[in-house]
């Protein structure tokens, strides 16, 4: 099992930054891909961004990129998402996912977290 903690989420105006972590615990080496999904009220759980622990290749959706960075340290097993430039319509919750295949849908993820909210007020 992989236990994965995020932090980092709160409320901050349009324009502004945010840097979430998402701390990997207990059988990470089962995993090649660290990607970061959001949901907003109403809406489908959508990729935002994935890193894989080696190597580093990053895939973005289009609708972050430019704005968004996932990066990540094997030593602290901590993958990391810089929001800057926020827009009201990245309000969601922000989950951390793990797992072998690497891809951008839900079903490539097997251990998500607990989710950080993250509100853009205009």
């Known amino acids: 099992q992989v236990q994965l903690v995020e932090s980092g989420g709160g409320l901050v105006q349009a324009g502004g930054s945010l840097r979430l972590s998402c701390a990997a615990s207990g059988r990470t080496f089962s995993t090649r891909a660290m990607g970061w999904f959001r949901q907003a009220p109403g809406k489908e759980r959508e990729f935002v961004a994935r890193?894989?622990?080696?190597?580093?290749?990053?895939t973005y959706a289009d609708s972050v990129k430019g704005r968004f960075t996932i990066s990540r340290d094997n030593a602290k097993n901590t993958v990391y998402l810089q929001m800057n430039s926020l827009k009201p319509e990245d309000t969601a919750v922000y989950y951390c996912?793990?797992?072998?295949?690497?891809?951008?849908?839900?079903?490539?993820?097997?251990?998500w977290g607990q989710g950080t909210q993250v509100t853009v007020s205009s």
């Open positions: 890193i894989l622990w080696v190597g580093g290749s990053t």
């Open positions: 996912a793990a797992g072998w295949t690497i891809g951008t849908t839900k079903t490539d993820y097997t251990y």
